[in-house]
């Protein structure tokens, strides 16, 4: 019997096929991973926007409740600071504002607004308070003097 397997000209082109397609998909497969990491932070970055947005609506409610009478319907201040000022918003943290708001500021009108410190709100309605309060800054005003209040 003749050695003839090695000389299968048939079988040798099946395999080159089959490696080939085998490379090409590794290569297809790797070539996905970029892509795919390119595209999903955007896709993360979209529903962190969603989210923020209906929780700021969620804020509307509470804002138009408990601190609009002081600081203004739109935050453009009144009795209390404009919250609305691109200086005020550019200074505070989201940490800043919600530990603020839930603790109060003593010996002015700002009261403390945390259940835990006799307020009204749960920290779930500080958070969409301040979400709105940080969904005024892309239009925010100009507006240094942000503190300076009516009668204050
Ligand atoms: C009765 C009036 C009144 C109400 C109602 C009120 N505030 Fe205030 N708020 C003030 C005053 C006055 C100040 C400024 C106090 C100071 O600096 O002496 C203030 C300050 C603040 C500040 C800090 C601004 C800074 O100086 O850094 C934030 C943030 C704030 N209020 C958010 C809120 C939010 C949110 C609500 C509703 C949940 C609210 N306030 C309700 C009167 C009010």
Not at 22 to 31: D, K, Q, R, S
Request: hydrophobic fraction near 40%; aromatic fraction near 8%; proline fraction near 6%.
């Amino acid at each position: 019997m003749p050695h003839t397997y090695s000389t299968d000209d048939e079988l040798d082109r099946s395999t080159n096929t089959w490696m080939l397609a085998g490379v090409v998909l590794l290569a297809a497969l790797a070539a996905m991973f970029p892509i795919y990491r390119s595209y999903e932070p955007g896709a993360r970055d979209g529903a962190r926007t969603a989210q923020a947005a209906s929780l700021a609506a969620e804020g509307e409610t509470v804002w138009q409740f408990n601190c609009s009478s002081c600081h203004g319907l739109a935050g453009e201040g009144g009795t209390a600071p404009a919250l609305n000022s691109e200086q005020f918003l550019q200074s505070a943290t989201d940490d800043q504002a919600s530990n603020l708001i839930a603790v109060g500021i003593p010996g002015s009108q700002m009261s403390a607004y945390s259940f835990d410190f006799g307020g009204p709100l749960t920290s779930e309605q500080i958070k969409s308070v301040v979400a709105l309060i940080r969904s005024w800054e892309p239009d925010a005003p100009d507006r240094p003097d942000w503190r300076d209040m009516i009668g204050g």
